[in-house]
C-alpha cells in the first residue's frame, strides 16, 4: 500500500523533489535544522512531550507534531491530518533533532492509547487548592481532553462543570500516578478532620483513594510501596477517629463483589476500631477491668499504630503474588508469601513485626487457622486483632451486608478468637 507522505509546515514551491525523502520541505530545512540562531514561531507556547512510537503507521496526526532541537527551540514537522510515516521521522531526529516530539497543549488530545491514563475520583479535588497534575477529561469517542493544567487551581467552577455534568471521575496520566497519590495522601487527613465534611465524603474518599492507593502499591511491591502503605494507614486511623462508628457498617459498602484492595482497606478500618476501642477502654475507669489483659502487649505508639494498620493493609498481599494458582494454593500459601516478600524488602523492626501479623492472619486461638496452625498463646495481639477484623468482614461479605448475622456467626465459633477483642468490637460498633 502506498502512504501518502506528510506535509511540513514549511513548503518548498517550484522544484521537483519526488526523489528526496524529505519532498514538500524547504530546501534549506538541513540547514535551518543545525542553525543556531534558527527562530521558530511557537516559542513560548507551552509543549508537552509525546512517544512518535505510539502512532501506528498510515494513521493520522490529529494535531501539528513539533520537533525538538538540540537548541531548544521548536520546528512544526507534521501538520495535522497529516498520515504518520515511521521512516521520515527517524530521518528528521538523524539530521539534527532530539528524539523528543511535542505537541501543543491546547491540543492535547487523544495521542495516547487507554493505558496511559488512570481513573481517579473528583472527590480527591480540593476546591481552591493547587492541583499538581494534568487533568483530563474521557470523551464519548474515548479521546481524553485536557480539563485542567498541572499547578493550576481547582476552582468552584470547575467543581460546578464536573457536578453539572454528572463527572464523578477524572484521568491522569499514568507517569503522573506518584505526584498524584502524594499529593492525595496529605490532603485526605485534613479532609477527614473538618467537619464540614459529611460521613458519607470521608468514607467514599477514603474507599477511593485508598483502593487505588492499595492496587498501585500492591502491584509492584517495593519500598517504596511500603511508605505509600504507611501513609494510607495514618489515614485510615484519621478516618476513624472522625466518624461515628456505629455507622461504618453503611458507609464503606461491604458486598461480595468488592475488589481485595477494598476488604485490605475495610479489614484496616475494623483493627483500627478494636485498638482506638482498647485506647478508650484504658481512658474509662468502668472500662478498664476488661482491657487490662491488653496491658504489656499493647501499648499507646505510633509504632504500635503502623504495624498493626500497615500489617492489615497488606494482610493479603500474598494472594495478588499468587495469581493464576489454584484456590486452595492461595488459601494456605499467601500468609507465608506475603510475610517473606515484605521482608525481601525490608527487614527492619517494625517490618519484621508487620510480617508477623501478616503470616498470622488466617490463624486462629484454638489452634484450626494455617498456615502453622497456631494457638492464641503463641499468635501476638495484633495478629489477633487482624485475624479477628478479617474474619469478621469476609462474614459481612458472606452475609450480604448484613452485620448482625456476622456478629452471631463469630459468637457461634467464639473459640476461634480471643473473646475480649469480641468484646471490644461489638461496644465499639453496637454502643
Known amino acids: 500500500m502506498e502512504v501518502n507522505k506528510p506535509k511540513a509546515s514549511v513548503v518548498f514551491q517550484g522544484e521537483d523533489r519526488a526523489n528526496d525523502p524529505f519532498d514538500g520541505v524547504h530546501g534549506n530545512y538541513r540547514e535551518l535544522l543545525q542553525n543556531e540562531d534558527f527562530e521558530e514561531a511557537t516559542s513560548g507556547i507551552e509543549m508537552v512531550d509525546i512517544n512518535i512510537d505510539d502512532f501506528s503507521e498510515a494513521n493520522e496526526f490529529s494535531s501539528d507534531v513539533y520537533l525538538k532541537l538540540k537548541n531548544g527551540k521548536f520546528l512544526k514537522i507534521f501538520l495535522q491530518a497529516s498520515v504518520v510515516d515511521q521512516q521520515r521521522v527517524k530521518k528528521y531526529v538523524e539530521i539534527g533533532g532530539e528524539k523528543i516530539f511535542c505537541i501543543r497543549c491546547e491540543d492535547y488530545l487523544a495521542f495516547y492509547g487507554h493505558d496511559h491514563y488512570v481513573p481517579i475520583s473528583v472527590t480527591l479535588l480540593d476546591v481552591g487548592a493547587l492541583i499538581p497534575v494534568d487533568l483530563f477529561l474521557k470523551r464519548e469517542n474515548n479521546e481524553y481532553q485536557q480539563f485542567l493544567s498541572a499547578s493550576q487551581i481547582f476552582s468552584a467552577e470547575h467543581s460546578d462543570i464536573l457536578s453539572s455534568r454528572k463527572i464523578d471521575t477524572i484521568h491522569i496520566l499514568k507517569s503522573e500516578e506518584k505526584v498524584y497519590f502524594d499529593y492525595a495522601a496529605s490532603r485526605l ?28 502499591s500492591i502491584s509492584v511491591f517495593t519500598n517504596e510501596s511500603i511508605g505509600q502503605v504507611n501513609k494510607l494507614s495514618e489515614n485510615v486511623t484519621s478516618f476513624v477517629n472522625n466518624i461515628e462508628v456505629t455507622k461504618i457498617h453503611d458507609l464503606l459498602n461491604i458486598h461480595q463483589d468488592e475488589t481485595i484492595y477494598q476488604h485490605s482497606l475495610n479489614v484496616s478500618v475494623f483493627a483500627s476500631v478494636m485498638l482506638e476501642g482498647i485506647f478508650e477502654c484504658r481512658r474509662k475507669s468502668s472500662l478498664k477491668k476488661y482491657v487490662k489483659i491488653f496491658d504489656k502487649a499493647i501499648d499507646e505508639t505510633q509504632e504500635t499504630h503502623d504495624v498493626l494498620l500497615v500489617a492489615s493493609l497488606l494482610h493479603d498481599l500474598g494472594k ?47 489452634g484450626t487457622g494455617h498456615p502453622c496452625r497456631l494457638k492464641r498463646a503463641n499468635m501476638s495481639i495484633l495478629s489477633q486483632i487482624v485475624s479477628l477484623a478479617n474474619y469478621y468482614e469476609n462474614c459481612i461479605q458472606k452475609h450480604k451486608g448484613d452485620n448482625n448475622k456476622a456478629i452471631e456467626e463469630i459468637q457461634n465459633c467464639e473459640s476461634r478468637f480471643n473473646k475480649y477483642l469480641i468484646a471490644i468490637l461489638v461496644l465499639a460498633l453496637y454502643k
Open 189 to 216: 487527613s485534613g479532609f477527614f478532620s473538618n467537619k464540614k465534611n459529611s460521613e458519607k465524603q470521608k468514607a467514599d474518599l477514603l474507599i477511593n483513594s485508598g483502593t487505588q492507593t492499595l492496587e498501585k
Open 320 to 366: 495478588t503474588l499468587l495469581s493464576g494458582e489454584s484456590d486452595m494454593n492461595v488459601i494456605f500459601k499467601h500468609p507465608d508469601v506475603g510475610a517473606k516478600k515484605i521482608l525481601e524488602i525490608s527487614d527492619s523492626p517494625l517490618h519484621q513485626k508487620v510480617a508477623e501479623v501478616v503470616l498470622q492472619h488466617e490463624e486462629f486461638a484454638d
